[in-house]
């Protein structure tokens, strides 16, 4: 394709991706595409209507901060990925898009700090549900069974899992739960 055909406006754009037109962007340069690409997803999903997910986001009252409409101030604030794997995740899950609630995280991070993450209270300490049952070497899913099914946490925690021909857990005896 020539540029004769964009001029005729038979074409609207050469096809080349615009990132690799432009040798800057914001001040920065290309050496920082991961981090570009992050900034538009983070404003396309707060603010666009038709994006996916933007139900999870600006549906939801998400917003980001004024500062971060420019790449740049976004990039002093964050700074750089240290690792390509990293993803921006928000401290509190239903906070803004601010520096003060926004970091780098692996996908492993990000997994623990849902809106859907349980809480409890254990040893004196607020811990997520899934450290405790990891601690403790039960499985999650029979934790989860026992606490939708009634059962104190302090139950759900210490009574051993006894199996049953198809697995699941049994549910205690009265004495069981009675105790303190």
Avoid at 11 to 19: L, Q, T
Avoid at 46 to 71: A, E, H
Avoid at 95 to 110: D, F, I, L, S, V
Wanted: a positive charge; one cysteine or more.
């Amino acid at each position: 394709m020539s540029g004769h055909d964009l001029r005729r406006g038979e074409r609207k754009a050469c096809g080349i991706n615009h990132f690799w037109r432009a040798p800057k962007y914001g001040g920065l340069t290309q050496k920082y595409l991961s981090e570009y690409k992050t900034w538009t997803s983070m404003w396309d999903r707060c603010t666009k209507r038709k994006v996916r997910n933007y139900k999870n986001y600006g549906g939801r009252g998400i917003k980001v901060c004024n500062r971060w409409k420019s790449f740049a101030a976004f990039m002093e604030d964050m700074g750089p990925k240290p690792t390509s794997d990293l993803m921006i995740e928000r401290d509190d899950s239903n906070g803004n898009y601010e520096p003060t609630n926004c970091r780098w995280a692996t996908n492993a991070e990000q997994q623990r700090n849902r809106r859907n993450s349980v809480y409890v209270e254990y040893e004196g300490r607020r811990m997520l549900l899934i450290d405790v049952v990891a601690k403790l070497g039960l499985t999650r899913s029979v934790v989860i069974g026992r606490l939708k099914g009634g059962w104190s946490l302090d139950a759900a925690l210490s009574i051993p899992v006894r199996p049953t021909k198809k697995g699941a857990a049994r549910k205690p005896h009265k004495k069981q739960l009675d105790q303190p």
